[in-house]
């Protein structure tokens, strides 16, 4: 069937931020994307289906890292400040838009320690992420602890939500109150373990990973409403992993020079990419893999839709 050029315009608008990031909806009838501006800057841009209109939301001060509606607010990670060639001069705030404005809730965070917060997650009125809080020096290398952190949305009060020495969070995903956490390392098996946000010292182990399932060091937990899935990029597999540990086959990454660090199951098929918040233009470098296995541009795939 033949897509007319307008047509398909409309239809990566409103298609891409619902099927392929699900965050970042309020309604069927609503949605939301990233546009670039006249400058450096960027545009968080809001469309109605009903009106057949774009509206600017917000300008950024510069890149938008990411972003998710919650309790009728818009919170946004951005990229405000320092010359893009040199990320030691990066600086980031995380906050709400209300009325069009920022309201900074977290500010001056550094490219070292915002390194996973790009990942938050939102829930009980509070965000949690990621966070490089402290340091330490390796064969004379400076390496970043990321334990996970919280701020009140309301207070905008800060700090860890698990402070327990013992725990080593390296990828996580939540489903409401429970999280899930990669824990290992060094001479350790990697393994996913399972944990209350609400009593972080109570966690259980799910599984211990097979050796087939972590070959590299690139790894990622994602969740899809209360199905949580496991990507080894090196290893170009998905697993589906189930509330008793067991793993299954969900979807194959393609091969190629390509490595994609991300995955977005949605019933039409599995999307890789390479970062956590897509745009517009991305579209045409993404890979697709459909439910017969096959894989498609993701261009293509939006028109099969």
């Known amino acids: 069937m033949k897509i007319e050029k307008t047509d398909l315009r409309k239809k990566l608008v409103q298609n891409l931020p619902y099927l392929l990031i699900g965050l970042y909806v309020t309604k069927l009838s609503q949605a939301w994307r990233l546009a ?3 400058d450096a800057s960027e545009k968080l841009l809001h469309y109605s289906p009903a009106t057949n209109q774009l509206k600017t939301v917000y300008i950024a001060k510069g890149k938008i890292d990411t972003f998710q509606l919650y309790g009728g607010k818009i919170y946004l990670l951005e990229n405000y400040a320092g010359d893009p060639n040199f990320p030691d001069q990066w600086r980031y705030r995380f ?3 209300e009325n069009g404005k920022f309201h900074n809730l977290m500010d001056g965070i550094t490219f070292d320690q915002e390194l996973y917060m790009d990942k938050f997650y939102l829930f009980g009125g509070k965000a949690y992420f990621l966070f490089g809080d402290n340091t330490y020096v390796s064969n004379g290398h400076l390496f970043y602890n990321y334990p996970l952190w919280s701020i009140d949305l309301e207070t905008g009060a800060k700090g860890r939500a698990v402070d327990l020495d013992d725990f080593y969070m390296d990828e996580v995903a939540f489903d409401g109150a429970t999280g899930y956490a990669l824990e ?4 350790l098996p990697m393994s996913i373990v399972r ?19 972590s070959d590299g060091h690139r790894m990622t937990l994602f969740a899809n409403g209360s199905d ?9 597999r998905i697993w589906k992993i189930g509330k008793d540990g067991a ?13 994609y660090d991300y995955a977005t199951v949605t019933s039409q098929g599995t999307l890789f990419h390479d970062i956590t918040t897509l745009r517009l233009s991305d579209s045409e470098t993404l890979t697709v893999q459909l439910k017969n296995g096959t894989y498609v541009n993701c261009s293509d795939f939006l028109k099969l839709q």
């Open 36 to 38: 670039a501006g006249n």
């Open 228 to 236: 949580l899935y496991y990507f080894s990029p090196e290893a170009h």
């Open 247 to 259: 793993m299954t086959l969900t979807a194959l990454a393609p091969w190629g020079e390509r490595l």
């Open 95 to 97: 906050g709400y838009l």
């Open 195 to 213: 944990f209350s946000l609400l009593q972080p010292e109570l966690r259980e182990t799910v599984l211990v990973l097979p050796d087939d399932a």
């Open 184 to 187: 290992g390392g060094k001479d």
